[in-house]
Structure formats: structure tokens, C-alpha cells
């Protein structure tokens, strides 16, 4: 959707995020709530924060457009510090999205998705443009427009909440558990409706969840935090989950670790076309479905190897010795 910028708004590249020794203190507490926290999250990429309750995940993530400030050390957003902007610009440039929504509730959607726009300056014409636009991205009927926030459900307005971070075509996004109050069926396919729209949004996402396996699924990169806001480990999900750093992030990521390497990976990725006939029984499963589907697929049905398809084309067969590697194969 080349319109979302060529009509309505410049492009504004995504911008790294670096952390440089970075510590904060609230009064009164012994510990840190960040202590000495150094980390890059490159343009373009998703960074989940993860951490057990106090572990300062939420903290680091406010830390980036100041609505906490860092006692010492450092934040910089494209090479600029963030203490050089001013706060109500640094922000205006930073699109949020909180688990709650925090849509107006006396307002339309529209006007929703409006505030900061509208608080820039922009014309009406230019402001309902952005808005059909964005409702087409988040994929909404732009009827929403007109409703008021209590005549959504919760993943509608999940949408909207996610369309107005984006009004503006900002660099940076943060989300603070953006899809925690959501039912598990909501949660899911608005998970995925996200990383469909990665792509064409192309921004810097700092993501909070307590939930590791969120984590995994959304993002490229993943910080581990203990108590005290220390940074326990640092990298991509395979990485942790393959090598993870010490026996506090191997029980964080869950025990069953191995078993979810396999949501990293692909049924073609796997797949060798014609090295085993297909003799057009068993089970299949689409090529774009992950290892963790195909294993569960092949214990359901109780063979001992599975049919990928890419439409109606069979392209092979994977075995259960061939999952069992995948799990066991060290990253790369």
C-alpha cells in the first residue's frame, strides 16, 4: 500500500533505537529500575521486552519518549538524543498504543485517529484522506469511522488504537501489551493481522508483553530482563532459544524450548522436493505453516511423515526425523 505514504504523509524512514548505559532510579526503592542498560534495536526491526513483574520492561520502553526520564547514560532515536527534543515533539514522532486502547470515548473514530494530525496542523481534507486510508490498512470499513469508541469490540478498537499510532507516519512505535485484554481468538488474529501490516508500515517497534511466546511470535529481537531492570540476554528468538544465557533465561523461555524453535521455522523451509513419492494419502499441511503445525499434524493423524502443499501442488514430504533434527539443530 504505497498510498499510506505517497498521498498523505512524507516518508519518514524507520530509526534505530540505542540504549547507552542507561539506569534508572525511583525514589526510595534499594534497586534500580534499569540498571546500566545497554542495547540497539535496529531500524525496521521488532524489539520484545520481557521480564517478570518489576523487571523494568515498561520502564525501559517509557524511558524512550520520556514519559519517564533516565536518571543517567543515554537514549538516542536515529542517531539523536532524546534528550536534545523537546518532549511534545519527541512524542508527536513516537506512535503508542497501551493494552487499554485509551481512545476517546466523546469522540468518533475518525476524530480518534484525527488528534494528532489535527494538532500538527493539517487540513480536513488532508486529515480524512490519512484516516480512510489507515482504516483501509487496519482493515475496518471506513463506516467505523463514524461510530463512537462503546460501539466497537475490543479488537475493533485494538484497530483504531493501532490506526491512530499510525496517523502520522511516525518512525517509532511502543506498544505496552497492546493485545493483553483481548480474548485468546481476538489476540491471535490480531497478532497476526500486525505482522502481515510489518511490512508495509516499516517502522522501529519496542514491544512489551509478559508473555514469552508473544514474544517469540513478534519479535525479531528479544530482551530478556531480570529483577532489578538487568538485561539478562539479548537476541533474536532462536538464539535464546537455542542458546540461552544462563539457567534464568532457560526457565523463562520455558523448558519446552525445543518444541518452540519449531514456530520459528516454516514447513518449506524443510521440505526436499521429490526425495520421498507421494502417493497422495496421509495428512498435509500448507508449505507457509510452521514446523510446530506439521509436528502436531503428524502425531494427530499417526504417520510418520506429512504432505507439504503450496496451493494444489504437493512439493514433498517431511518426516518425523526431519522435525526431530529441526528441533535439535543448533542456530544459525
Not at 512524507?10 to 540498571?35: C, L, N, S
Not at 520492561?57 to 536518571?71: E, G, P, S, Y
Not at 542458546?243 to 534464568?248: C, I, R
Request: aromatic share 4%.
Amino acid at each position: 500500500m504505497s498510498a499510506i505514504r505517497d498521498s498523505t504523509t512524507r516518508e519518514r524512514p524507520p530509526a534505530d533505537i540505542v540504549f547507552d548505559h542507561v539506569t534508572k532510579r525511583y525514589p526510595g526503592q534499594a534497586t534500580p529500575a534499569i540498571d546500566d542498560l545497554s542495547l540497539t534495536v535496529p531500524a525496521g526491526e521488532t524489539c520484545c521486552l520481557v521480564g517478570p513483574s518489576g523487571g523494568g520492561k515498561t520502564t525501559a520502553m517509557k524511558l524512550i519518549n520520556r514519559l519517564i526520564d533516565v536518571d543517567s547514560g543515554d537514549i538516542t532515536i536515529g542517531g539523536r538524543s532524546i534528550r536534545s527534543l523537546e518532549v511534545t515533539a519527541l512524542r508527536r514522532d513516537i506512535g503508542y498504543v497501551i493494552q487499554q486502547v485509551g481512545l476517546f470515548p466523546h469522540m468518533t473514530v475518525a476524530a480518534n485517529i484525527g488528534v494528532i494530525p489535527g494538532l500538527l496542523g493539517w487540513s480536513g481534507d488532508r486529515i480524512r484522506a490519512r484516516t480512510d486510508e489507515l482504516l483501509d490498512l487496519v482493515r475496518l470499513d471506513r463506516d467505523f469511522g463514524k461510530r463512537y469508541p462503546a460501539q466497537l469490540s475490543g479488537g475493533q478498537q485494538q484497530r483504531v488504537g493501532l490506526a491512530r499510532a499510525l496517523a502520522v507516519d511516525p518512525p517509532v512505535m511502543l506498544m505496552d501489551e497492546p493485545f493483553g485484554a483481548l480474548d485468546p481468538i481476538t489476540r491471535t488474529e490480531i497478532q497476526d493481522e500486525f505482522l502481515n501490516l510489518e511490512s508495509e508500515i516499516d517502522k522501529t517497534v519496542v514491544f512489551v508483553t509478559h508473555d514469552i511466546d508473544e514474544a517469540i511470535k513478534m519479535g525479531d529481537r528479544i530482551a530478556v530482563f531480570r529483577q532489578g531492570g538487568v538485561l539478562a540476554q539479548y537476541g533474536t528468538a532462536d538464539e535464546l532459544l537455542a542458546h540461552p544465557a544462563d539457567e534464568y533465561v532457560a526457565d523463562f523461555v520455558g523448558a519446552d524450548r525445543g518444541l518452540k524453535r519449531l514456530s520459528l521455522r516454516t514447513m518449506r523451509d524443510v521440505v526436499t522436493p521429490d526425495v520421498l513419492p507421494d502417493d497422495g494419502e496421509g495428512p498435509s499441511v500448507d508449505a507457509d505453516a510452521s514446523l510446530r503445525i506439521g509436528l502436531s499434524t503428524l502425531f494427530a493423524a499417526g504417520t510418520d511423515s506429512v504432505r507439504v502443499t503450496d496451493g494444489d501442488r504437493v512439493l514433498g514430504r517431511v518426516t518425523l526425523a526431519e522435525l526431530q533434527g529441526a528441533v535439535t539443530r543448533s542456530a544459525v
